[in-house]
């Protein structure tokens, strides 16, 4: 069901939520949060509802969505009310603020927040500067951002590690957690070597192979080399380095990744590339600060610029390790050979006729003497 309110207030709002309540049924001891969504009004202002949507459904809350309109405009606040079928699991209001009113969108969230409830800030595209200083953004215990969404996600992703503080995540860090889960059951795997190098490649204005990168910087505490893919989306191959031969991570096509380390069979895996609606719905599981994103991002700075390795250097240290064991077993052939001359000669060896012969000669010497 969809209520429109055109030119209202947030206590007219607030007065139709508790009429709707009551002939609903709905009560608000059933919502766990409120998720408070910054937008400007547009297409990408559906997009989000239907990921919020969707998210509802495994964290009931309620949602407000503040889509900024034309700043030009007279002030003015046209709100919209979604429960049932059009709000998941949750319920829905849209505020749609024009004029002046738009730069003042948390006097308009405040009366609308739940009571006794967390508050969640998400910005699915444009984010401020320093979201723990937004005025939406000191509302909440939790600050959601995406720096793949906006015009230069590199950039925005610098001015993430610049203005982070407890509460600040980003779903370009939430996009990584299948990689993460790959490749750590992959050094779980024989033989159990230390990582010594690692090269992560992806396209140039990808922000999570950026994370992935400082992720790796981080947790192995080994050098790590952020190359530009020639092909494919997002992070396309992760390589491992190590003694024995290297683990590699491959994704061409955004969907099924292969997993190639020495001793084990190579393996197919699914990697989907993640929708922004479970990312959303795995971030609002957790409302406490994330120190991994905070260690992943500070690292991704001291990642260096590098090229991905070409299969004749994947080849290397298996051609490497081969060639000292060739260089090996022809050292140690002319060794047996040369083994024979010096076992006892057989003319050294005692003769067993020796003895024989002498008796012969005493026999002889007495039949002469006799």
Same mark, same amino acid.
């Given at each position: 069901m969809i209520i429109d309110l055109p030119s209202t207030t947030t206590s007219q709002v607030n007065s139709k939520l508790v009429e709707v309540r009551e002939q609903g049924g709905a009560v608000a001891l059933g919502r766990v949060l409120t998720l408070v969504i910054v937008t400007d009004d547009g297409t990408k202002t559906e997009e989000a509802i239907a990921a919020a949507n969707e998210a509802s459904r495994e964290? =009931?809350?309620?949602?407000?969505?503040?889509?900024?309109?034309?700043?030009?405009?007279?002030?003015?606040?046209? &709100?919209? $009310?979604?429960?049932g079928g059009d709000a998941g699991a949750s319920e829905v209001i849209v505020l749609r603020l024009y004029g002046p009113l738009a730069e003042q969108a948390a006097s308009c969230t405040v009366p609308l927040l739940l009571p006794? &409830? =967390?508050? #969640?800030?998400?910005?699915?595209?444009? &984010? !401020?500067? #320093?979201?723990?200083?937004? !005025?939406?953004?000191?509302?909440? +215990?939790?600050? $959601?951002t995406d720096s793949a969404a906006e015009k230069n996600p590199i950039k925005a992703l610098d001015q993430r590690r610049k203005s982070y503080a407890e509460?600040?995540?980003?779903? +370009?860090w939430t996009r990584l957690t299948n990689w993460r889960a790959q490749l750590a059951s992959?050094?779980? /795997? =024989?033989?159990?070597?230390? $990582?010594?190098?690692?090269? #992560? #490649?992806?396209?140039?204005?990808?922000?999570?192979?950026? /994370?992935?990168?400082?992720?790796? +910087?981080?947790? /192995?505490?080994? !050098?790590?080399?952020?190359?530009?893919?020639?092909?494919g989306e997002g992070i396309v191959q992760v390589y491992l380095e190590r003694r024995s031969g290297p683990v590699e991570l491959v994704r061409p096509d955004g969907k099924t990744g292969t997993l190639t380390q020495a001793g084990q069979p190579e393996r197919?895996?699914? /990697?989907?590339?993640?929708?922004?609606?479970d990312c959303l719905s795995e971030e609002l599981r957790r409302l406490d600060p994330d120190e991994?994103?905070?260690?992943?991002?500070? +690292?991704?700075?001291?990642v260096v610029k590098g090229r991905a390795p070409s299969a004749k250097s994947a080849a290397k240290p298996a051609a490497a390790k081969a060639a000292p064991k060739a260089a090996a077993s022809k050292a140690a052939a002319p060794k047996a050979k040369a083994k024979a001359p010096a076992d006892k000669p057989?003319?050294?060896?005692p003769d067993t006729a020796k003895p024989a012969r002498k008796a012969a000669a005493k026999k002889v010497t007495a039949k002469a003497d006799s």
């Amino acid at each position: 069901m969809i209520i429109d309110l055109p030119s209202t207030t947030t206590s007219q709002v607030n007065s139709k939520l508790v009429e709707v309540r009551e002939q609903g049924g709905a009560v608000a001891l059933g919502r766990v949060l409120t998720l408070v969504i910054v937008t400007d009004d547009g297409t990408k202002t559906e997009e989000a509802i239907a990921a919020a949507n969707e998210a509802s459904r495994e964290h =009931p809350c309620r949602v407000i969505v503040l889509a900024k309109g034309a700043r030009k405009a007279a002030a003015r606040l046209d &709100a919209q $009310i979604r429960v049932g079928g059009d709000a998941g699991a949750s319920e829905v209001i849209v505020l749609r603020l024009y004029g002046p009113l738009a730069e003042q969108a948390a006097s308009c969230t405040v009366p609308l927040l739940l009571p006794d &409830a =967390p508050v #969640v800030a998400w910005w699915p595209s444009e &984010a !401020p500067e #320093v979201p723990a200083e937004d !005025p939406i953004g000191q509302l909440a +215990a939790r600050r $959601i951002t995406d720096s793949a969404a906006e015009k230069n996600p590199i950039k925005a992703l610098d001015q993430r590690r610049k203005s982070y503080a407890e509460g600040d995540t980003d779903l +370009a860090w939430t996009r990584l957690t299948n990689w993460r889960a790959q490749l750590a059951s992959a050094l779980d /795997l =024989p033989p159990f070597e230390k $990582i010594t190098s690692a090269t #992560v #490649v992806g396209e140039s204005d990808s922000p999570s192979t950026e /994370l992935l990168a400082g992720w790796l +910087a981080w947790s /192995l505490k080994i !050098p790590v080399t952020r190359a530009k893919a020639t092909s494919g989306e997002g992070i396309v191959q992760v390589y491992l380095e190590r003694r024995s031969g290297p683990v590699e991570l491959v994704r061409p096509d955004g969907k099924t990744g292969t997993l190639t380390q020495a001793g084990q069979p190579e393996r197919r895996i699914a /990697l989907q590339r993640r929708t922004v609606r479970d990312c959303l719905s795995e971030e609002l599981r957790r409302l406490d600060p994330d120190e991994i994103y905070e260690a992943a991002l500070k +690292a991704a700075a001291k990642v260096v610029k590098g090229r991905a390795p070409s299969a004749k250097s994947a080849a290397k240290p298996a051609a490497a390790k081969a060639a000292p064991k060739a260089a090996a077993s022809k050292a140690a052939a002319p060794k047996a050979k040369a083994k024979a001359p010096a076992d006892k000669p057989a003319a050294d060896k005692p003769d067993t006729a020796k003895p024989a012969r002498k008796a012969a000669a005493k026999k002889v010497t007495a039949k002469a003497d006799s």
